[in-house]
């Protein structure tokens, strides 16, 4: 369309006589109207919100649910010999006690006359405390080992991937119950036999995340910038790496609890401390009779185990929005 | 009706979005209608509405009218069930991304095979066999052996063929191509237009294309309509279009793509465009087009114009359809 | 284009990978039993009563203790090539042939378990799916992660308090009525009562997990391409969900199964200690009892192997499943 036919200046002075004023300082454009064309600039972005991710985990109701359980089974395992300043172990009353019989042991009594309330919340002692540490520890292997594979690839790849797929075959429960059985049962070698089965699963994915994510430009550019491996692999990949290995990690405190519980269980556990599992299995014999005493220590993994479950799926929805579209 | 698919009225709503708005449409039987538009003009929902396949959270109001052999029935008010027995039976869609529309663990054989089992009769040998004659109507070579390939053994343009056997397997009487081709190497595009041309005229059915490219409607359409913000704006014939082209929407679509005959190389002028985009046209209360129409007046933001006859058989929604390619024909000042 | 590989290639590819994991496990082993406190030696000499210094020296010495460890290895290997691994000191017999005992019972336990974890699992996910968002789906998705919070132990517990101790309706142990001479048809069912409960027991964990892979598996499929090509060509929704959306969730779903094979050999022994299923996983916590550590090292290995073996038919049922695989 020739910009000076007369038929071009008629319209485009009627029209500019209709149209909004475009700002000042614009191209030559009399004619457009539309509001894209003006904007020659980028849009303004705002600053990206920080901790978005939070505020999302922190909107799930079931979250929240989870948090807060948690929180309290945190507060039984820490104020435990402030509540109850007497060895959980000791026998203070009458065996067999149901719940509600007497006021000054709510939860009932065992065979040995052991108050039941009093173990429950120095069981939850140990229970977190092997969950989180085996958790720890078994994130630390794997991350490391899962990043050496991931990020050099090749015969290091090769070796550490057949590590991983060695540990991952042997069964977990049983390798632990023989470690455990090898090393004497205390809350140490629990906590570490229990670290070993984990970290495969924690190598296996930090690798994935590694192998595809050192393809991208940025790790190009650190490396061009002449950083080596170290910085590249904790400071410039693993920052990006983080989101499924934090899903992950909720998911093994849980798991870990379960294990330590299913160890005292068998009577594998550490015979110096009153555990959950080892409750429900002293109380095995009398369930015909006395059954809360199975029934009361078992609630109690129930709820901190769903507890972390919880969180660990509202974390799943926080940080992998794709997932959460389920949810719509 | 002679037609053998009447649009009547058809609207589409999700929510307050309304990417479909008052189109209507017909395609006579053994003709190839092309519908014309950039994404975002409502073509695809236009033709998912033809087939029943909208989804669940959308609302559609008006007429899809079908000949079938029972008589004129209206697509959108059937009940889900009957819909089913129409699909694949008396229309039936072909769509854009061969590589993903086949399901990867079932062969090609028994995917042409399950239409066949939809809506006929057949036993075992006769359905292997009218697979096989499929196959070779689309020309897919070494039919014998390939009936027991699985999709991903294949091509793009031969998945495609497989997806055009799958939707003549029952003899439609509509068949819509939603971007069928785009999606495949140029050289493979002009096989598979042919194709669709080809059986076409073997099978006495409509071909609907849904299409961007000028070039596929100029080559193989018997009549287009073109789409603009979910609005019908213009109705022609292919000849009649490109030569004179009534709405300033179809007219900068033309402007903007290179024409051969012209002999049009870069160096001798950058291309028009049309500037500004599809986004535009949101909230506005008259014509869609008008925040990007150089001819816009008064009256464009205030009335939309509707789809009305021009110049005998021609069909254009504008207050002043023409107004680009002619010059000459002075506007009356609009006060 | 490439055609499938045929089963015996594929066989043949399979176990050519699993000789170094083989391997691997095999030194594992006999590394943990040699971190075992007590040898073969001390063994014997308990079987006696007592002994020596000098006894226990020339014992060792002519059973090879006193070489190095290199050398003790070659003999372990050469052990496990004549399908030797060793003698139990509390069953006093060869461990090969107490595990040959109790395995069938086991494996009979966990395929009944993991099909009925399949199941149960794939059924309410595809329920699960179809509700999508609303508030059925909410509450089975809670269900399912309440499942995945149970220990088995105590849900076996608690099920036995249910079902024995309260109703009366199925067995509280064992594998079959004792001293009862049902042959045949009878007989199977007899000991289909008793198998109910541990394998419920031994599901329930993972029911939840197959049940929300289902449901992500089918809410993804449903958007594909190929869905919407077969709701095209007029097909009925119950063949649309059968023959296309299953079947391809099929494929994560029994990637899944054979990956947890291991795991629930893990839960196989507390479930089969709290109902005396006669199993590997009994044996395996009477060997922890007992301090048997020929037996408990016996049961590693050997139920690795049987993992070993799992993962590879998973792997061929994987290839048949998904035509992609294989095809190079």
């Known amino acids: 369309m020739p910009a000076d036919s007369t038929l071009h200046k008629a319209l485009a002075t009627s029209a500019a006589r209709t149209a909004p004023q475009p700002p000042a300082a614009q191209p030559e454009w009399r004619h457009i109207h539309a509001p894209d064309a003006r904007s020659a600039t980028t849009a303004h972005l705002p600053p990206r919100q920080g901790y978005a991710e939070l505020k999302l985990f922190l909107r799930n109701p079931n979250a929240i649910f989870g948090i807060v359980v948690l929180l309290a089974m945190a507060l039984c395992a820490l104020t435990a010999p402030l509540l109850f300043p007497r060895d959980p172990l000791a026998m203070v009353g009458r065996p067999f006690l149901w719940p509600g019989q007497d006021a000054a042991f709510p939860l009932g009594t065992d065979s040995m006359g052991r108050d039941v309330l009093a173990g429950l919340v120095h069981g939850a002692r140990i229970s977190l405390y092997v969950g989180v540490a085996a958790t720890v ?192 | 009706m002679s037609a053998v698919l009447a649009v009547e009225n058809l609207s589409v709503a999700f929510g307050p979005a309304r990417p479909v708005e008052r189109v209507s449409f017909h395609v006579n039987p053994r003709e190839t209608l092309a519908i014309v538009g950039e994404s975002g003009s409502g073509k695809s929902l236009t033709a998912l509405s033809m087939m029943g396949l909208l989804p669940r959270n959308a609302r559609a109001s008006g007429q899809i009218l079908i000949r079938t052999p029972q008589g004129r029935v209206d697509m959108l008010a059937l009940p889900e069930r009957r819909r089913r027995l129409l699909r694949g039976k008396q229309i039936a869609m072909v769509f854009q991304e061969p590589m993903t529309s086949l399901n990867p663990v079932h062969t090609i054989g028994r995917q042409i095979e399950e239409t066949l089992i939809a809506h006929e009769n057949l036993d075992r040998a006769a359905r292997r066999a009218r697979v096989l004659e499929l196959m070779n109507l689309v020309r897919i070579p070494d039919a014998a052996r390939r009936i027991d390939d699985y999709p991903h053994q294949l091509s793009g343009g031969m998945r495609q063929r497989v997806m055009i056997a799958m939707a003549v397997a029952c003899r439609p009487r509509i068949l819509i191509a939603d971007e069928a081709t785009t999606a495949l190497d140029v050289t493979i595009q002009a096989q598979i237009l042919q194709l669709l041309d080809n059986l076409r005229r073997e099978l006495d059915v409509a071909v609907v294309l849904i299409t961007h490219d000028l070039g596929v409607v100029s080559q193989w359409a018997d009549r287009v309509v073109v789409m603009y913000a979910g609005l019908h704006v213009e109705e022609a014939t292919p000849a009649q279009l490109f030569a004179d082209p009534l709405h300033p929407y179809s007219h900068g679509l033309l402007a903007a793509s290179p024409r051969n005959s012209e002999g049009l190389t870069y160096r001798d002028a950058p291309l028009a465009e049309i500037p500004g985009s599809i986004a535009s046209a949101r909230g506005e209360v008259g014509c869609p087009f008008r925040p990007r129409c150089p001819a816009a007046r008064e009256v464009c933001g205030a009335v939309v114009p509707p789809p009305v006859p021009h110049r005998g058989d021609r069909l254009v929604a504008c207050h002043f359809p023409g107004i680009l390619t002619e010059e000459a024909r002075l506007v009356p000042a609009f006060a | 284009m490439a055609q499938r590989k045929s089963v015996p290639r594929q066989i043949w590819r399979i176990f050519l990978h699993a000789i170094p994991t083989v391997l691997g496990i095999v030194v594992l082993n006999f590394l943990l039993l040699q971190l075992a406190p007590g040898d073969a030696a001390d063994v014997i000499a308990a079987e006696a009563g007592s002994a020596t210094e000098e006894t226990m020296a020339a014992l060792r010495r ?20 004549q399908l030797d691994l060793g003698h139990s000191p509390r069953y006093a017999m060869p461990v090969l042939d107490l595990i040959m005992q109790r395995l069938p019972g086991t494996l009979i336990l966990m395929a009944t378990a993991l099909g009925l974890a399949v199941v149960l699992g794939v059924a309410l996910g595809a329920v699960m799916s179809s509700f999508a968002g609303r508030i059925p789906d909410r509450l089975l998705s809670v269900l399912s992660l309440l499942f995945y919070s149970i220990p088995g132990f105590w849900i076996g517990l608690m099920l036995i308090l249910l079902f024995s101790v309260k109703l009366g309706w199925l067995p509280s142990g064992g594998s079959g009525t004792i001293g009862s001479s049902l042959t045949g048809w009878a007989a199977v069912l007899d000991n289909a009562r008793y198998m109910i409960l541990p394998a419920m027991s031994l599901s329930l964990f993972y029911v939840a997990i197959y049940a929300r892979l289902t449901r992500a598996a089918m809410l993804e499929i449903r958007n594909q391409d190929y869905v919407r090509t077969a709701r095209a060509k007029g097909l009925s929704p119950l063949r649309i969900t059968l023959s296309h959306i299953l079947r391809n969730a099929l494929i994560p779903v029994t990637t899944m199964a054979g990956m947890h094979f291991g795991n629930m050999l893990g839960g196989a022994v507390v479930v089969e200690t709290v109902f005396s ?52």
């Open chain 1, 137 to 328: 520890l078994g994130l630390s292997v794997g991350i490391v080992v899962g990043a050496l594979a991931g990020y050099f690839g090749g015969v290091t790849d090769r070796l550490l991937s057949r590590l991983i797929e060695i540990f991952q075959t042997l069964p977990s429960f049983v390798l632990v119950v023989v470690l455990v059985a090898i090393l004497a049962p205390n809350a140490t070698t629990i906590t570490l036999s229990i670290a070993i089965v984990t970290w495969p699963t924690v190598a296996r994915l930090t690798r994935a995340e590694f192998r595809s994510l050192r393809q991208n430009d940025f790790v190009t550019a650190a490396r061009s910038l002449g950083f080596g491996h170290g910085h590249i692999i904790f400071r410039e990949i693993l920052p990006n790496a983080l989101p499924p290995i934090i899903v992950t990690s909720s998911v093994m405190v849980a798991g870990a609890i379960l294990m330590e519980s299913a160890l005292s269980f068998m009577g594998l556990g550490d015979p110096n401390v009153v555990s959950w599992g080892s409750m429900i299995g002293g109380g095995r014999e009398m369930i015909r009779t006395a059954w809360y005493l199975t029934a009361l220590p078992g609630l109690a993994i129930v709820v901190t185990v769903l507890a972390l479950n919880l969180i660990g799926d509202g974390l799943n929805d926080a940080l992998n929005p794709r997932f959460s579209e389920d949810r719509l």
């Open chain 3, 62 to 81: 002519s059973m090879g203790l006193d070489l190095s460890v290199l050398e003790q290895l070659k003999t372990y290997l050469l052990h496990l090539a």
């Open chain 3, 277 to 328: 299923w006669p199993g590997l996983g009994r044996l395996a916590f009477e060997a922890v009892m007992a301090r048997d550590f020929n037996v408990l090292l016996g049961i590693l290995l050997l139920s690795s192997l049987v993992v070993i073996v799992v993962n590879g038919l998973v792997d061929l049922l994987q290839s048949r499943l998904d035509p992609r695989i294989g095809a190079n």
